[in-house]
């Protein structure tokens, strides 16, 4: 049983857009490896033959000619990225392989060797999207009364190849949001670490400190990941006294997704793990920020439409089943229900938002309260969704989207950054009063 407080649930009563819009930038570029294939008909080469081709090509230079065509290539790509020379050389390291067969190179000839298998990709050309938000762990230079913050934003490029990137802002003290100016500049993670599982690979990656947040991609470095990272829900999460951000995230190999772990504590290093049990083979799992009862927490969608509450003992283990939750009960959200986030602690109880999905694949954003010492009980939900695409945010790579993968709590409002027809981002405030007073109680607490 459930009953209506009277209120109804209007934008315009507690919602605050901000119209801070964070668009993809074709411009952006990092180096990625570059290996060039043999063609169908070339049954006789192979890609390591063309490889070493290219190297016999550049070994056949005089010197002087050599240095010069170096030279060339630095001057045409001068100010698109740090330390390009290194690049060139690390490239180089990896492909002594196909070095063998050829004689000592030098300098010049591994660095223009190295500059052949690289290639720049334009990471966020298409979208930049489904954003989420956590504390930064360096206050320093925040607003009176504010917060710095870091976003997490997915980027999509050339094949609909998804990667990681970042931003930081401020919050001021009346909820007022601001982003860092973004760099011009970027470049992917470095490999620093790779263990094998059963599973898959644990990786660890990490970021240069003399470039900006906004500079940093993670790009897909495992077999599971080739074809995407996606939809990071990012949480500042408590542990023993300390704050590790961590985010579950889809990893999508062109055929099959899995769930899988990220984890930082100062957004230099990072470490990635699959997810194991019946349950990570879903998408869109999100983390609550503390344990509960001693046990890690989860929200997560194990059958395409509900969501369950799911426990696991060591974080990397979740298996189906857990406690049924919600499913989808309002016309906005008949096709389906997921999680826009990890919960937020309220005093009132757990803030969770969600997404549903209705008539012509619409998505909205709704809100539901669960219980602080119980969540598997719903004290109020959302008979309508609070976030819906404006006329202004209809149109883009996908039509009629609004989604996001986490907000913030900030004083007595939510800080809601908030994706846009999967192409580009924008930024809310929610009053948090307003939003539980609109939603509908549930007298007897009951999920599904």
């Known amino acids: 049983m459930h009953k209506q407080t009277g209120v109804a649930l209007s934008q315009s009563t507690f919602l605050n857009r901000q119209a801070l819009y964070l668009r993809p930038d074709p411009a952006r570029v990092v180096v990625r490896r570059f290996g060039p294939q043999a063609e169908p008909k070339d049954l006789n080469h192979t890609d390591r033959i063309r490889a070493n081709h290219i190297v016999e090509r550049v070994l056949s230079l005089d010197a002087a000619t050599a240095e010069s065509l170096l030279a060339e290539v630095l001057e045409n790509f001068k100010g698109r990225h740090r330390n390009l020379l290194e690049r060139f050389e690390a490239r180089a390291d990896e492909m002594e392989e196909a070095f063998a067969t050829h004689r000592a190179f030098s300098q010049v000839q591994r660095r223009l060797v190295g500059s052949y298998f690289l290639h720049e990709y334009s990471f966020e050309a298409a979208a930049l999207f489904n954003p989420s938000i956590v504390s930064h762990p360096d206050q320093s230079g925040a607003p009176p009364g504010g917060r710095r913050f870091i976003l ?92 590790v951000f ?136 959302s008979r309508e969704p609070f976030v819906r695409p404006e006329p202004s945010e209809r149109e883009g790579y996908v039509p009629n989207v609004v989604y996001t993968c986490g907000a913030i709590r900030h004083n007595d409002q939510i800080i809601l950054p908030y994706a846009v027809s999967d192409t580009f981002c924008n930024f809310a405030t929610v009053r948090i009063a307003a939003l539980l007073q609109a939603m509908e109680r549930h007298d007897a607490g009951t999920g599904l």
């Open 246 to 381: 961590r985010a579950t995230y889809t990893a999508y190999n062109g055929r099959g997704i899995r769930s899988e772990l990220i984890e930082t504590s100062d957004f230099l290093s990072f470490r990635m793990s699959p997810l194991r049990g019946s349950a990570a083979v879903n998408k869109g799992m999100a983390l609550f920020p503390r344990k509960i009862n001693g046990r890690y927490a989860m929200i997560a969608r194990q059958d395409s439409e509900n969501l369950y509450l799911i426990y696991s003992d060591d974080l990397l283990t979740w298996e189906s089943g857990g406690v049924a939750l919600l499913k989808p009960q309002f016309p906005w959200e008949f096709i389906q229900i997921g999680t826009c986030g990890s919960p937020i602690e309220l005093d009132e109880g757990w803030l969770l938002l969600t997404h549903g999905v209705g008539p012509v694949r619409k998505y909205a954003i709704g809100a539901v309260l669960l219980d602080k010492a119980d969540p598997s009980k719903v004290l109020a939900r």
């Open 152 to 243: 997490s934003v997915r980027a999509v490029g050339e094949g609909h190849i998804s990667s990681l990137t970042f931003r930081a802002g401020s919050i001021a003290a009346d909820g007022s949001v601001s982003i860092d100016p973004t760099s011009r500049l970027a470049s992917i993670a470095t490999l620093r670490n790779r263990m094998a599982r059963l599973d898959g690979e644990d990786v660890e990656v990490t970021f240069s400190t003399d470039g900006d947040i906004s500079e940093r991609v993670i790009f897909p470095v495992t077999a599971a990941q080739s074809n995407g990272i996606e939809d990071a829900r990012f949480v500042a999460f408590e542990e023993d006294g300390k704050i």
